[in-house]
């Protein structure tokens, strides 16, 4: 099946930690997302990669890394400059960057701190 | 779109009726529109896009209207069923080459069905 994966589905930082959060498609896209999304909220921009080898920051980038060396592969890390990291992590993808494009999610990956 | 907090805007149906969620987007040179239906502990699936040349779209029970004039963007959800039960976003991406990445996303209606 084509699709978007997250891992793990629950993650537990303790203070002063990096965390990691795994995205990979197997639907051949070009541009990759990850958001965030709080208790009863939509969705903010973290980051996102248009193509392999680049990638731009989005709303809420401060506290956050990514990397995009593999065009199906684009892990997040939480650093511990992000103060508020818990929240649900949703990545996406879509066919390219451009306009009139649907991004498709994965299923998500819930940090909490310990 | 902006927060509602904690407190999503709730829209309760009884099974078999028709729903309407309705969704003010901001940004009057947006040019495509989405519709995301997110199910509890799961990510938003996509359910019908629209292009701002077009002011109806319908797909498999679901109807998607567009009011540019008035920035207004509806779901209509034919004879709602319990597994229609879910938050729905919409979300816009606007005109200009340097955004046209972004998809904006409104903060949700939850949608509960009544058996």
């Known amino acids: 099946d084509g699709g978007i994966t997250q891992s793990p589905k629950y993650l537990f930082r303790k203070e002063g930690q990096n965390v990691t959060l795994s995205c990979e498609q197997n639907l051949n896209h070009d541009a990759m997302y990850w958001y965030r999304q709080d208790p009863g909220q939509g969705l903010r921009l973290i980051y996102y990669?248009?193509?392999?080898?680049?990638?731009q920051k989005g709303d809420i980038a401060e506290g956050y890394s990514v990397s995009r060396e593999k065009k199906e592969s684009f892990p997040l890390t939480v650093t511990s400059a992000q103060k508020n990291p818990t929240a649900f992590y949703l990545c996406?993808?879509?066919?390219?960057?451009?306009?009139?494009?649907?991004?498709?999610f994965g299923d998500g990956t819930r940090l909490s701190i310990l | 779109g902006e927060s509602v907090g904690l407190h999503l805007p709730t829209l309760s149906v009884q099974e078999g009726d028709n729903s309407i969620i309705n969704c003010a987007y901001s940004?009057?040179?947006?040019?495509?529109f989405i519709w995301y239906k997110q199910e509890s502990g799961k990510g938003p699936q996509f359910i019908i896009d629209i292009r701002s040349n077009m002011d109806k779209r319908q797909g498999q029970r679901v109807t998607v209207l567009l009011n540019k004039t008035v920035k207004h963007l509806s779901l209509q959800i034919a004879a709602t069923q319990p597994g229609d039960s879910a938050v729905y976003f919409c979300a816009e991406t606007p005109e200009r080459m340097d955004s046209s990445y972004k998809l904006i996303f409104g903060s949700g209606t939850r949608l509960l069905v009544r058996p």
């Open positions: 990669s248009q193509i392999v080898n680049d990638f």
């Open positions: 940004n009057s040179a947006s040019d495509y």
């Open positions: 996406a993808s879509s066919r390219t960057g451009g306009n009139n494009q649907p991004q498709h």
